[in-house]
């Protein structure tokens, strides 16, 4: 229902626009506001949403569960989650401008592929073909280059979840030890043996969770450029 009001709307606002508009707006930023943007809205949104709260609560539970079974671990999740969550900030911040950025680069590259193919006649009478593909390759370049910068940000932000997993589990294994070592809270073998599977297990949890995230943010600019 909400998407068809968003929808009705900007279709609303479209038709209601005055021609001067359409004049300085370019063709390729309207169809990806109809077109990109709405399918983010319609089919990435929900899931992505649902997918980091669930994920969210499988990561608290991994942490409360280690923490249960080796108490002093408690003060490592403190620091890594604050150093963590500093760090998420940062990559969101970047996130979301290279997003943008890559909206703003693919609206100026389907623009140019529309005008051409439908001044195709034109171009070829006044034979200025090749200065219309050195002009696409031009914009195609500027749009890959934001893709591969929004592929280097997630990259390197995975590097830093591997750190904070590899983290996590030499500080379970280790102060697992030392619990049954000085019998400290009456920590068993047992109990070391599933903080330390659940604690194999936080990587995957994490860089799923913070992907949906990235995911989930992107998809809320796109909601923004629809209003």
């Not at 709307?9 to 626009?17: D, M, N």
């Not at 949104?45 to 408690?74: E, G, H």
């Not at 949906?212 to 909601?223: I, N, Q």
Request: with cysteine; net charge positive.
């Amino acid at each position: 229902a909400s998407s068809r009001i968003i929808q009705r709307r900007l279709v609303q606002a479209l038709l209601h626009s005055p021609l001067s508009w359409f004049d300085v707006t370019p063709t390729g930023r309207i169809i990806s506001r109809a077109t990109k943007d709405q399918d983010d809205l319609d089919t990435n949104l929900a899931f992505n949403i649902q997918f980091s709260t669930q994920n969210l609560l499988a990561l608290f539970s991994s942490i409360i569960i280690i923490s249960v079974a080796t108490p002093i671990y408690l003060i490592v999740a403190a620091i890594s989650l604050f150093a963590y969550y500093k760090l998420i900030g940062l990559y969101m911040n970047s996130s979301r401008e290279i997003k943008r950025l890559e909206a703003n680069t693919r609206a100026p590259l389907i623009n140019h592929i529309s005008e051409t193919i439908n001044g195709t006649y034109v171009i070829r009478a006044f034979n200025k073909t090749s200065k219309f593909i050195a002009r696409y390759y031009e914009r195609q370049k500027d749009y890959i280059v934001s893709i591969i910068n929004q592929n280097i940000c997630t990259r390197w932000m995975n590097i830093v979840t591997d750190l904070f997993s590899v983290t996590t589990i030499a500080a379970t294994g280790l102060f697992g030890v030392i619990s049954v070592a000085v019998d400290l809270g009456k920590t068993s073998n047992n109990m070391v043996g599933l903080a330390l599977v659940w604690s194999l297990q936080i990587n995957s949890i994490m860089s799923f969770t913070l992907r949906v995230l990235a995911d989930t943010e992107s998809c809320m600019v796109s909601v923004v450029r629809l209003f």
